[in-house]
């Protein structure tokens, strides 16, 4: 796995463990606002029921009072004009007026004649509650709030959760109430957990979505940068073998000069003596000069082989060092250029490797080049030294 590819992982992995976690920890969010508004929204709306409850029953108390307030009417003529009133009494869609007395016994329930005139003290809805027994005993104590089960008329035989209020004609002992069904509340309750739960996914959605464009976008960016990195890269390594062809075409040239203009015109001096040499021993006339002659040029000729031998691989570099190796070229240096050359040397013989110590032969030596050439120099120092981990 090469280096962009870890990078690009160390970016994009990262980035995806934040996102799962901004996901998760947004949801867990959503999910507590979402139960939160609801329990306001019900407990809202319920505040608002239980007070229409209260205003409907002091309607009806307002509406029965003169009767029940008229000592010029006996009781039962009260009493039957009180249940005719409450009777007629409708509010809304399911909303009407009942009334007991203490006792459980129906006096008032519109369109449930079938049980007017019984007692229901003991009447439980599904759920257990004893609705008429605990609405008497909220109405003793000035008025109370229940929530119960019961028969809905518009559902024909079907019932609903209702919330009743009850109050108490003392002088008659009698509790009148009404109540209200909360089924709608129900409903809409269930269309607001809907709309947030689609809200809630809309939202994840989005963030998923913004998340996986970032991702992508880092891993997209990532590979123009890797291919713009290896586009350069083999850019600069076209570069640099143009650079090495064009170095070895350079040193090939210097070697072929040299050849030609040294060892070949050296070898054909020595071939010319020794040829006149040869003539004047036929001739029998002296010819150790021109023997003398011949042996100085081929001592010349070695010495030039040898240097140029020097030149492509100094042999110093394996046998005594990187050190040595730089001191005798900065002495041929000197000598060739006139150039003071200063060389401060260490022993690192067995430190380096075969290749460090080509290489860093070969940056002396173009360096050396480069100064004969461009520099104007009068003075040289080469520094070789060691530094802690190079």
């Not at 609405?135 to 919330?163: E, H, M, R």
Request: contains cysteine; charged residues 25%; proline residues 1%.
């Amino acid at each position: 796995m090469n280096i962009n590819l870890k990078l690009q992982l160390v970016t994009i992995i990262p980035l995806l463990l934040a996102l799962s976690a901004v996901l998760f920890v947004t949801q867990l969010q959503y999910q507590s606002l979402s139960r939160q508004t609801v329990d306001e929204y019900r407990h809202s709306v319920i505040k608002h029921r239980k007070e229409e409850l209260r205003n409907y029953v002091s309607l009806a108390e307002g509406a029965t009072e003169y009767i029940y307030q008229n000592k010029n009417l006996n009781e039962q003529q009260a009493q039957t004009l009180v249940k005719e009133i409450l009777s007629n009494m409708r509010f809304g869609k399911d909303g009407y007026f009942y009334a007991y007395d203490f006792d459980g016994t129906a006096l008032v329930l519109p369109e449930q004649q079938s049980r007017i005139g019984k007692n229901w003290l003991d009447l439980e809805d599904r759920n257990g509650v004893k609705l008429i027994r605990d609405l008497i005993t909220a109405a003793k104590v000035g008025g109370g709030y229940l929530n119960y089960v019961f028969y809905q008329p518009s559902k024909g035989d079907g019932v609903g959760k209702k919330i009743g209020f009850s109050r108490a004609l003392d002088d008659w002992q009698w509790m009148i109430g009404t109540g209200v069904y909360i089924d709608d509340i129900d409903h809409e309750i269930a269309q607001l957990n809907a709309s947030i739960r689609k809200h809630i996914r809309n939202t994840s959605i989005l963030t998923l979505f913004i998340g996986l464009v970032a991702v992508t976008a880092i891993f997209f960016s990532g590979q123009f940068i890797r291919f713009s990195e290896k586009k350069m890269a083999n850019r600069k390594l076209r570069e640099l073998n143009e650079r090495i062809f064009q170095t070895q075409e350079e040193e090939c040239k210097r070697v072929s000069r040299e050849l030609h203009d040294g060892i070949s015109q050296t070898i054909a001096a020595t071939k010319f003596a020794l040829e006149t040499a040869q003539l004047k021993q036929q001739n029998n006339i002296d010819a150790s000069q021109d023997m003398n002659r011949s042996m100085e040029l081929i001592c010349k000729i070695m010495g030039d082989i040898r240097a140029i031998s020097h030149q492509l691989h100094p042999g110093l570099l394996e046998d005594y060092g990187l050190g040595a190796a730089i001191e005798e070229l900065g002495r041929d240096f000197s000598l060739r250029t006139n150039i003071e050359v200063n060389v401060e040397r260490l022993s690192i013989r067995n430190v380096l490797s075969t290749e460090v110590k080509a290489a860093l032969y070969r940056i002396a030596q173009e360096s050396l080049t480069n100064i004969e050439r461009h520099a104007n120099a009068s003075k040289v120092t080469i520094k070789l030294k060691l530094i802690p981990g190079g």
